[in-house]
């Protein structure tokens, strides 16, 4: 099985152009780490639409670990890309399973942080996130999945802002692999 849009030069175009008209928004901003900011970014509008999360879903897959055995994310900026990437994975040919982490544990039953088809532990799992600002969000996801006895080398974003989470992410001994920068949405946002 093949997806029906391979990743190219073209399709990450399309996605910057979806980003630069979808997600970015010019003004001022508090943003989630209460910071100020002229440059908000919110990637749903992209990641909800069937075109975007295909697009985003392909563009991802090929930065995944190729040992990871699942991909996950924080609840919910991450929900419809573990989705769209373990699909994305099942028509490559590749078992790769999705993964949420909750922001909380479950209030009731297991009181679990994970929902999803849980791998062995010790497994490789890559994580996802729509934005890394501060990095606070994609480490807690990773702290949440290391509690749990699995191993995480590496986050794909779909955006970096270049506000320092980069910089924890590398500190916490992780990659980030970003499909964008904040300057490149940015740049296609006031050319289109």
């Known amino acids: 099985m093949n997806l029906p849009i391979k990743s190219n030069a073209a399709s990450k175009e399309k996605l910057l152009t979806l980003l630069a ?8 901003f508090t943003l989630s780490s209460g910071n100020k900011s002229n440059h908000y970014v919110n990637c749903k509008p992209v990641s909800l639409s069937g075109n975007g999360l295909l ?26 890309l573990v989705c769209g990437v373990a699909l994305a994975a ?14 909380e544990p479950k209030g009731y039953g297991t009181a679990s942080w994970l929902e999803g088809p849980l791998p062995p532990a010790g497994s490789v799992i890559t994580v996802l996130e729509d934005v890394v600002t501060t990095g606070r969000s994609s480490l ?44 490149e949405v940015y740049e296609k946002f006031k050319n289109t």
């Open 21 to 28: 008209l979808k997600a970015y928004k010019n003004g001022n």
């Open 55 to 80: 697009l985003l879903s392909n563009m991802m897959l090929e930065n995944v670990e190729p040992d990871s055995l699942a991909v996950a994310g924080l609840t919910l900026g991450a929900d419809p």
């Open 90 to 103: 099942t028509y490559a040919g590749r078992k790769l399973d999705a993964l949420i982490v909750r922001k």
């Open 140 to 183: 807690k996801a990773v702290n949440q999945l290391q509690n749990a006895g699995y191993r995480v080398n590496r986050i794909i974003s779909i955006v970096d802002r270049q506000e320092g989470g980069a910089f924890e992410i590398k500190k916490a001994g992780l990659d980030l692999v970003s499909l964008f920068v904040l300057d």
